[in-house]
């Protein structure tokens, strides 16, 4: 089975969490919160799919999604860097 890259919240949520691969190669986190705000980051070290997906799984989940997010990569020690 294949690495789940992308995330919506459960409920009437409508945020969005995923990843995807630049064209220079590098991994990007995407979150939409559906109205009005987008923001990408660019991982900023050599974390790897399976470790980013997993953040991004936890972080959906949470009342807070942008908040909960940036704990998850920061437990897990993944850097990101704002485009």
Known sequence: MGLQTTFHAPGAGADFLGMRKSRAGSTEI?????AK???????????GDEVISDALQAAVG???V???????????AIQIERI
């Open 37 to 47: 705000q987008r923001l990408i980051w660019r991982v900023a070290d050599g974390a």
């Open 62 to 64: 949470a009342q807070r």
């Open 66 to 76: 942008l908040a909960s997010l940036y704990d998850e990569l920061k437990k897990r």
């Open 30 to 34: 995407v979150y939409d919160d559906g």
